[in-house]
């Protein structure tokens, strides 16, 4: 009998074949024959192209193929699925024809026997540009008087939305203060370590398509491709091995991956295409990109009234799969884990000449509680009162769950209170703000930093999703009693094989290593939605659950029926089934599954076989939450940051597999970190992206990060049966505000309530400096 | 990331080296690890139609004392510059350079001839290779030609070799008396090179300072000597007003850089507070 | 990016103005630049092999003499376009008497494109410096090779 593995933090199986180099990706997919594709993209931000000649690309030998816009007109459009009232949808094609609209616009793409030639080729194409005039902040790009981009609409507005609930303006008016604050939310580069791929086979005869592509929801985009190339859905395989990570950005359809299937289907030659790390940068989607103004209201008590946040919404200059969407989230979680009366938030979508924003970690929603907690610190820090107080005093308590915002959402569950005072007494923050006044006193910069956060997770009802919010799982014991798991939720680096693996293997009372968790393979997995919005496990792995009790209730009606005995009578524990009817009596999963397979014997009408499929759909969202403390000490010579201490406690609802959890947590945090301090996607005033490599674009490494403290606390969540919440994004929603704050915190004494990410050293230094000359 | 084609030829000796820069001329660059030269091929910046490898070259790589010289052939790894124990006895400046430098990979393959060849202007040894006062012995066909630090550094990737000449050998002079010595450097977030990179070399006697070589990478074009630092501290002691008055020259008359991570105010600010800090980990170390 | 500063160099102003808008004279002085031919009235067709160190570029460039006021005032623009990309500067170019020598206050306007710009960040402004350095060095030269010439003769 093996032993129970939920809740235990067992060591993830992926990891031997990741870590000893055995793992598939794409590229890793050698094919006979295999043709290699190149891009010529655009190295310009905006500009007419008054011709392009391939003729010295095409000659040069090893070259098969040259295609430009012309040549792929009837690919059709890369699609957009969020659908809001009078978007404007610009016609984003797999290459460019008239126009190229930002830097790394994919112009042509060389086919060739061998990468080198395809890349030679790609030199030899000459594109006569026109250059005009850019539109890049979308604060400016949104006036009236900016170059537009897109001229059929004659503006670069894409949108205008407003939503909320409660009387706004009277919320403000009936505010003791009303406090307003500009912020950014710059862009980001999510960058996958994996960078995108695709392998696409025609097989002429059977007419049938297979693409290799590195995605995050492999049957979304074998239908959306279907339909680019105008072809059955049933006739393409969509096939994802093993996802280098995506972040959020391969949860998209991008040109490239319909581009190769279609150039496969006209050379009948498989081709290959894979990104580089230049490309990535220029042509995958980059996540945030808001420029916003909060209004926030609220009594002399520290007591909310009500919060609005008008927003410019940086939407590149095509839309990817949900780039018009993503800033919808962030009115969605606009009340944060606080009892705020009335709520507005007013977006403004526009068009720049600028890569696609789209779905990065959090999506929207780190936004959202970065935009409540600096308004939370600013609150506090007007009133003169503990951050602290000011979030306790404007908590729902634990009995008001279901929470209803003033945006329309009801939170699940919730201990807001629990998991803060977890994490005061972790820190010790009575004694860490005792230890900031003998700070300040010897003229030392330390800031203390709290951020509360709820998030929005488990996406999602599919009432409130653009194609579907529910997941799939078929499980099946095989005749030697081994079980499979065919999950619709493909992961890119979650775990999911053994979480998966560890709600079976505990369900059906067999090891972890006799379940295999299959995904990813379109023509062996029923249709599933994918992973992302954290919903993994608690949308995904609540089908496996749920396949396993219609699986176990066939397989107890077998039981009965072996054991001669009334079904009614049967139980299953431990792997075994028993009847109350017979004691002494028992028969293992592995005969009866033995039983179903060779039926020899079954219940009459009973169909052979044991297996069984759900498609989970969730009735509500999850609302996972936590409280980050940053402890920081700023050097006033330099401006460097040194970081004392960081706690965190999550509550992502039951814990399936803790190390997973920790994981997730530890690798959010950091990406945190990264949007804190360093990281950021610059183009120049000429839309020229000068954070072209990692050599300028900024992750985190190891040396950078402190020691993490973490915790939890564990509320489960009442909207599924494993009572899970989802822990995907949740660090890169709670962490950034937390480091942001304490930042701020230490440089109260200049005065600073507020500063715009990234916080480089060179930003405090200059404050210092400036503030301390000023002194003088 | 594809670069364009090339021949690749493994030297099996220093004089087929030689022999073969002297046969392709410009269309050839030397491979001594290739940690800048690579990663330039691949963007197409840098197109050599030969790259001539130093690697398998074994007399090119050793670390030894020499006519009272410490000398290090261009072919060393960071790796075993950083884990030496000769060096770590006589010249603990080179190992701490080396720790700082890149990460294992760069380290491990990378190499101190390469690099300082190379000349990045925010490459790591050229701060220690001017702070140590350091030769560098180029050879050709026409024989050895010994360079002396402070000419070798003519501009941003550009040094005093020669078309035909590789870099052989670097040489430390051997130091007299106590000496005191330390690498700090300001890490770029994104690419580990120097934003500022100092290294200083002291020696001192009596409570006097002797002698001081303080090489600056990271801050302009090229790595630098700053003099006016090192004219303030020599026949001084060396206390904490000393070293703080002295590093405030640290950028004294030279252009200074300006990037995205850096403006040039703030870059002349870390030069002085981090030469500040070099100076009193090395005077510390005099003790 | 910007870049400025003035240069100093000994030579009496007339004869400074017009060895700056001497196409020879250009050809000689503007780094790396390895043909120039008219296209048209101050506006030439010109190679230029630049860069530095070993990471070198060729660009096919256009370069243009405007707003031409002699013998104190005028623009030089230069575009071009190569495998790393594309380079676009603009300097307006003021001359004063400082004596017997020239004063040049220049002040401009770099712009680079495509790969130089993705991966050239951390170099491009102390490049643009260097080259600008480099182009006055050249027609400080240039001014001293021409003083000496009529001397000799």
Same mark, same amino acid.
């Given at each position: 009998?093996?032993?129970?593995?939920?809740g235990k933090?067992?060591?993830?199986?992926?990891d031997?074949?990741?870590i000893?180099?055995l793992?598939?990706?794409v590229?890793?997919i050698r094919?006979?024959?295999?043709?290699h594709?190149?891009?010529?993209r655009?190295i310009?931000a905006h500009?007419?192209?008054?011709s392009i000649?391939?003729?010295?690309?095409?000659k040069l030998?090893?070259?098969?193929?040259v295609?430009?816009g012309?040549?792929?007109a009837?690919?059709?459009?890369v699609?957009?699925a969020a659908?809001?009232?009078d978007l404007?949808v610009?016609?984003h094609?797999?290459?460019?024809?008239?126009?190229?609209?930002?830097?790394g616009?994919?112009v042509a793409v060389?086919v060739a026997?061998?990468?080198?030639?395809?890349?030679?080729a790609?030199d030899?194409?000459?594109v006569d540009?026109?250059?005009l005039?850019?539109?890049?902040?979308?604060?400016?790009?949104?006036?009236?008087k900016?170059?537009v981009?897109?001229?059929q609409?004659?503006?670069?507005?894409?949108?205008?939305?407003t939503a909320g609930?409660?009387d706004?303006?009277a919320?403000?008016k009936?505010a003791?203060q009303?406090?307003?604050?500009?912020?950014?939310?710059?862009r980001?580069?999510?960058?996958a370590?994996e960078?995108r791929?695709v392998l696409?086979?025609y097989y002429?005869g059977e007419q049938?398509?297979?693409?290799?592509?590195?995605t995050?929801i492999?049957h979304?985009c074998?239908?959306q491709?279907?339909?680019?190339l105008?072809?059955?859905e049933?006739k393409?395989?969509?096939i994802?091995?093993?996802v280098g990570g995506?972040?959020?950005?391969?949860?998209?359809?991008y040109a490239?991956?319909?581009?190769?299937g279609?150039i496969?289907m006209?050379l009948?030659r498989?081709?290959?295409?894979?990104e580089?790390r230049r490309e990535?940068?220029?042509?995958?989607?980059?996540g945030?990109?808001?420029?916003?103004y909060i209004?926030?209201?609220?009594?002399?008590d520290?007591t909310?009234?009500g919060?609005?946040?008008?927003?410019?919404a940086d939407?590149?200059?095509?839309f990817?799969?949900l780039t018009?969407?993503i800033p919808t989230?962030?009115?969605?979680?606009?009340?944060?884990?606080y009892?705020?009366p009335?709520?507005?938030?007013?977006?403004?979508?526009?068009?720049t000449?600028?890569?696609?924003?789209?779905a990065?970690?959090?999506?929207?929603r780190?936004?959202?509680?970065?935009v409540?907690e600096r308004?939370?610190?600013?609150?506090?820090?007007e009133?003169?009162?503990d951050?602290v107080?000011v979030?306790?005093k404007?908590?729902?308590?634990?009995?008001?769950f279901?929470?209803?915002?003033?945006?329309g959402l009801?939170?699940?569950?919730?201990?807001?209170?629990?998991?803060?005072?977890?994490a005061l007494?972790?820190a010790?923050y009575?004694?860490?703000r005792q230890d900031q006044q003998t700070?300040r006193?010897?003229g030392?910069?330390?800031?203390i930093?709290v951020s509360?956060?709820?998030e929005?997770c488990?996406?999602?009802p599919?009432?409130a999703m653009?194609?579907?919010?529910?997941?799939?799982?078929?499980v099946?014991?095989e005749?030697?009693?081994k079980v499979?798991?065919?999950t619709?939720?493909s992961?890119?680096g979650?775990?999911?094989?053994?979480?998966?693996?560890?709600?079976a293997a505990d369900?059906?009372g067999v090891?972890v290593?006799?379940?295999?968790?299959i995904?990813g393979d379109t023509a062996i997995?029923?249709?599933?939605?994918?992973t992302?919005?954290s919903?993994?496990?608690a949308v995904?792995?609540t089908?496996?659950?749920?396949?396993?009790?219609k699986?176990?209730?066939k397989?107890?009606?077998?039981?009965a029926?072996l054991l001669?005995?009334d079904a009614s009578?049967?139980?299953?524990?431990?792997?075994?089934?028993t009847?109350?009817a017979?004691a002494?009596?028992q028969?293992?999963i592995?005969e009866v599954?033995?039983?179903a397979?060779?039926a020899?014997?079954?219940?009459e009408d009973?169909?052979?076989?044991?297996?069984a499929?759900s498609?989970?759909e969730?009735?509500?969202?999850t609302?996972?939450f936590g409280t980050?403390?940053a402890?920081?000490?700023?050097n006033?010579?330099?401006g460097?940051?040194?970081f004392q201490?960081?706690?965190?406690?999550?509550?992502?609802g039951k814990?399936?597999n803790?190390?997973?959890?920790e994981?997730?947590?530890?690798?959010?945090?950091v990406?945190?970190?990264?949007q804190?301090?360093?990281?950021e996607v610059?183009?120049?005033?000429q839309?020229?992206?000068?954070?072209?490599?990692l050599m300028?674009y900024a992750?985190p490494?190891a040396?950078m990060i402190p020691h993490?403290?973490?915790?939890?606390?564990?509320?489960?969540?009442?909207?599924?049966p494993?009572?899970?919440?989802?822990?995907?994004?949740a660090g890169t929603?709670?962490?950034t505000?937390?480091?942001?704050s304490?930042?701020?915190?230490?440089?109260?004494?200049?005065?600073?309530?507020?500063l715009?990410?990234?916080?480089?050293p060179?930003?405090?230094?200059?404050?210092?400096?400036?503030k301390s000359?000023?002194a003088a | 990331m594809i670069?364009?084609?090339?021949?690749?030829?493994?030297a099996k000796?220093?004089?087929?080296?030689i022999?073969?820069?002297a046969?392709?001329?410009?269309?050839a660059?030397i491979?001594?690890g290739?940690?800048s030269l690579?990663?330039?091929?691949?963007l197409r910046l840098?197109q050599?139609?030969?790259l001539?490898d130093?690697?398998?070259i074994?007399?090119?790589?050793?670390i030894?004392?020499?006519?009272?010289q410490?000398r290090?052939?261009?072919?060393t790894t960071?790796?075993q510059?950083?884990?030496?124990?000769?060096?770590?006895r006589v010249?603990?400046l080179?190992?701490e350079?080396?720790?700082?430098?890149?990460?294992?990979q760069?380290r491990n393959k990378?190499?101190?001839g390469?690099s300082v060849?190379?000349?990045?202007p925010?490459a790591?040894?050229?701060?220690a290779?001017?702070a140590?006062?350091?030769?560098i012995v180029a050879?050709?066909?026409?024989?050895d030609?010994?360079?002396k630090a402070?000419s070798?550094?003519?501009?941003?990737?550009?040094?005093?070799?020669?078309p035909g000449e590789i870099l052989r !050998?670097?040489?430390i002079? +051997?130091?007299?008396?106590?000496?005191g010595?330390?690498?700090?450097?300001v890490? &770029?977030? @994104?690419? #580990?090179f120097a934003v500022v990179g100092v290294a200083v070399?002291?020696a001192?006697d009596g409570?006097?300072?002797?002698?001081?070589g303080?090489?600056?990478?990271?801050?302009s074009?090229k790595?630098y000597?700053?003099?006016?630092v !090192?004219?303030?501290?020599? +026949?001084?002691a060396?206390?904490a007003?000393?070293?703080s008055a002295?590093a405030? &020259?640290? @950028?004294? #008359?030279?252009?200074i850089?300006?990037d995205?991570?850096?403006?040039?105010e703030?870059?002349?600010?870390?030069?002085t507070v981090y030469t500040?800090r070099a100076?009193?980990i090395?005077?510390?170390r005099l003790? | 990016?910007?870049i400025e500063g003035?240069?100093?160099?000994d030579?009496?102003r007339a004869l400074?103005?017009?060895?700056?808008?001497?196409p020879a004279?250009l050809?000689?002085c503007?780094?790396g630049c390895?043909q120039?031919e008219?296209?048209?009235e101050?506006?030439?067709?010109?190679?230029?092999?630049?860069?530095?160190?070993?990471?070198k570029g060729v660009?096919?460039?256009t370069?243009s003499?405007e707003?031409?006021?002699?013998?104190?005032h005028?623009?030089l623009?230069v575009?071009?376009?190569?495998?790393?990309?594309?380079v676009?500067?603009s300097?307006e170019?003021?001359?004063?008497d400082?004596?017997?020598?020239?004063?040049?206050?220049y002040t401009?306007e770099?712009n680079v494109?495509?790969l130089?710009a993705?991966?050239?960040?951390r170099m491009?402004q102390?490049?643009?410096?260097m080259?600008?350095?480099?182009f006055?060095?050249?027609l400080?030269?240039?001014?001293k090779?021409?003083?000496?010439?009529p001397a000799d003769s």
């Amino acid at each position: 009998m093996a032993e129970k593995t939920v809740g235990k933090p067992i060591k993830r199986t992926e990891d031997p074949r990741l870590i000893q180099g055995l793992a598939h990706y794409v590229d890793d997919i050698r094919l006979p024959d295999t043709l290699h594709a190149v891009f010529l993209r655009s190295i310009y931000a905006h500009a007419r192209i008054k011709s392009i000649d391939t003729t010295a690309a095409q000659k040069l030998p090893g070259v098969v193929a040259v295609y430009t816009g012309k040549d792929v007109a009837k690919i059709g459009p890369v699609p957009c699925a969020a659908a809001l009232p009078d978007l404007k949808v610009p016609d984003h094609r797999a290459l460019a024809s008239t126009k190229v609209y930002f830097v790394g616009h994919p112009v042509a793409v060389v086919v060739a026997e061998s990468k080198s030639a395809a890349r030679d080729a790609v030199d030899l194409i000459e594109v006569d540009y026109q250059e005009l005039p850019v539109a890049l902040d979308e604060e400016k790009a949104a006036d009236a008087k900016s170059p537009v981009i897109h001229e059929q609409f004659g503006t670069n507005v894409a949108y205008k939305l407003t939503a909320g609930e409660g009387d706004i303006e009277a919320a403000l008016k009936s505010a003791d203060q009303v406090i307003k604050q500009r912020i950014l939310h710059k862009r980001l580069a999510p960058i996958a370590m994996e960078t995108r791929g695709v392998l696409a086979r025609y097989y002429p005869g059977e007419q049938e398509l297979t693409l290799w592509t590195s995605t995050q929801i492999p049957h979304l985009c074998r239908t959306q491709v279907a339909i680019m190339l105008g072809m059955p859905e049933n006739k393409l395989r969509l096939i994802t091995p093993e996802v280098g990570g995506g972040f959020g950005s391969k949860l998209n359809v991008y040109a490239e991956e319909a581009l190769m299937g279609w150039i496969s289907m006209q050379l009948n030659r498989p081709v290959k295409w894979i990104e580089g790390r230049r490309e990535n940068m220029q042509a995958t989607i980059h996540g945030r990109g808001q420029t916003g103004y909060i209004e926030i209201g609220f009594k002399k008590d520290g007591t909310l009234t009500g919060l609005r946040y008008n927003v410019f919404a940086d939407m590149g200059s095509y839309f990817q799969l949900l780039t018009p969407a993503i800033p919808t989230l962030t009115g969605l979680m606009l009340s944060g884990c606080y009892k705020i009366p009335a709520i507005q938030i007013n977006v403004t979508g526009v068009f720049t000449n600028k890569m696609s924003t789209d779905a990065y970690r959090g999506a929207g929603r780190p936004e959202a509680t970065y935009v409540v907690e600096r308004a939370l610190d600013l609150v506090a820090a007007e009133l003169k009162k503990d951050p602290v107080e000011v979030r306790r005093k404007n908590f729902p308590q634990p009995n008001e769950f279901p929470f209803k915002t003033a945006t329309g959402l009801f939170y699940d569950s919730g201990n807001y209170q629990g998991a803060l005072d977890k994490a005061l007494k972790m820190a010790d923050y009575t004694k860490l703000r005792q230890d900031q006044q003998t700070a300040r006193k010897e003229g030392r910069l330390m800031g203390i930093g709290v951020s509360t956060y709820v998030e929005i997770c488990a996406l999602g009802p599919s009432a409130a999703m653009p194609a579907g919010g529910w997941e799939s799982a078929t499980v099946r014991v095989e005749p030697t009693g081994k079980v499979t798991v065919l999950t619709g939720a493909s992961p890119h680096g979650q775990g999911e094989e053994t979480s998966f693996a560890q709600i079976a293997a505990d369900e059906l009372g067999v090891g972890v290593n006799d379940v295999t968790v299959i995904h990813g393979d379109t023509a062996i997995v029923q249709y599933g939605i994918g992973t992302f919005g954290s919903r993994g496990l608690a949308v995904g792995g609540t089908a496996v659950y749920l396949a396993i009790q219609k699986l176990k209730d066939k397989a107890g009606k077998i039981a009965a029926h072996l054991l001669q005995v009334d079904a009614s009578t049967i139980s299953f524990a431990e792997g075994k089934f028993t009847s109350s009817a017979a004691a002494g009596k028992q028969i293992t999963i592995q005969e009866v599954t033995l039983a179903a397979h060779v039926a020899k014997s079954l219940p009459e009408d009973m169909e052979p076989g044991l297996a069984a499929t759900s498609f989970f759909e969730p009735k509500n969202f999850t609302f996972p939450f936590g409280t980050h403390i940053a402890v920081v000490e700023i050097n006033k010579e330099t401006g460097e940051i040194d970081f004392q201490r960081y706690v965190a406690v999550d509550d992502c609802g039951k814990q399936i597999n803790p190390m997973l959890v920790e994981g997730q947590i530890h690798g959010g945090i950091v990406q945190s970190m990264g949007q804190a301090l360093y990281e950021e996607v610059v183009y120049d005033d000429q839309g020229q992206l000068i954070t072209g490599t990692l050599m300028d674009y900024a992750l985190p490494k190891a040396i950078m990060i402190p020691h993490l403290e973490l915790g939890s606390t564990e509320t489960p969540s009442p909207v599924n049966p494993l009572g899970a919440k989802g822990v995907g994004e949740a660090g890169t929603i709670g962490a950034t505000p937390a480091i942001v704050s304490a930042i701020v915190d230490a440089l109260a004494p200049y005065g600073v309530r507020h500063l715009d990410m990234p916080l480089k050293p060179e930003v405090l230094w200059q404050i210092i400096n400036k503030k301390s000359a000023g002194a003088a | 990331m594809i670069p364009a084609s090339f021949d690749y030829i493994a030297a099996k000796s220093l004089d087929e080296a030689i022999s073969l820069l002297a046969t392709h001329k410009d269309d050839a660059k030397i491979l001594a690890g290739g940690h800048s030269l690579l990663p330039a091929m691949k963007l197409r910046l840098m197109q050599p139609k030969v790259l001539i490898d130093l690697g398998r070259i074994k007399e090119l790589s050793y670390i030894k004392e020499e006519a009272g010289q410490l000398r290090i052939g261009a072919m060393t790894t960071h790796f075993q510059v950083e884990t030496s124990d000769l060096l770590r006895r006589v010249c603990p400046l080179l190992p701490e350079t080396a720790t700082q430098l890149g990460d294992m990979q760069v380290r491990n393959k990378g190499t101190i001839g390469g690099s300082v060849a190379h000349s990045d202007p925010a490459a790591d040894w050229p701060a220690a290779i001017l702070a140590l006062d350091a030769e560098i012995v180029a050879t050709s066909a026409r024989g050895d030609r010994v360079i002396k630090a402070t000419s070798f550094f003519v501009e941003m990737l550009t040094t005093a070799l020669e078309p035909g000449e590789i870099l052989r !050998e670097i040489r430390i002079p +051997g130091g007299k008396g106590k000496s005191g010595q330390a690498y700090v450097k300001v890490r &770029h977030p @994104a690419s #580990g090179f120097a934003v500022v990179g100092v290294a200083v070399n002291l020696a001192a006697d009596g409570g006097k300072c002797q002698s001081a070589g303080v090489g600056i990478t990271g801050v302009s074009p090229k790595a630098y000597r700053a003099a006016n630092v !090192e004219s303030g501290l020599k +026949g001084n002691a060396l206390d904490a007003k000393t070293l703080s008055a002295a590093a405030a &020259h640290a @950028a004294d #008359g030279v252009d200074i850089n300006s990037d995205l991570y850096a403006s040039a105010e703030y870059r002349k600010q870390l030069a002085t507070v981090y030469t500040r800090r070099a100076l009193e980990i090395a005077a510390s170390r005099l003790k | 990016m910007k870049i400025e500063g003035t240069q100093k160099i000994d030579a009496p102003r007339a004869l400074m103005f017009a060895a700056l808008i001497d196409p020879a004279v250009l050809q000689k002085c503007i780094p790396g630049c390895e043909q120039m031919e008219k296209t048209g009235e101050n506006q030439y067709s010109a190679k230029l092999t630049a860069g530095v160190g070993p990471v070198k570029g060729v660009f096919n460039a256009t370069v243009s003499l405007e707003d031409i006021i002699a013998p104190e005032h005028y623009k030089l623009v230069v575009e071009g376009k190569g495998q790393p990309g594309f380079v676009k500067g603009s300097g307006e170019l003021n001359l004063t008497d400082a004596g017997s020598a020239t004063d040049i206050q220049y002040t401009g306007e770099v712009n680079v494109g495509g790969l130089i710009a993705s991966v050239g960040q951390r170099m491009i402004q102390a490049t643009a410096n260097m080259l600008a350095g480099r182009f006055f060095k050249s027609l400080e030269s240039e001014m001293k090779a021409q003083a000496k010439l009529p001397a000799d003769s």
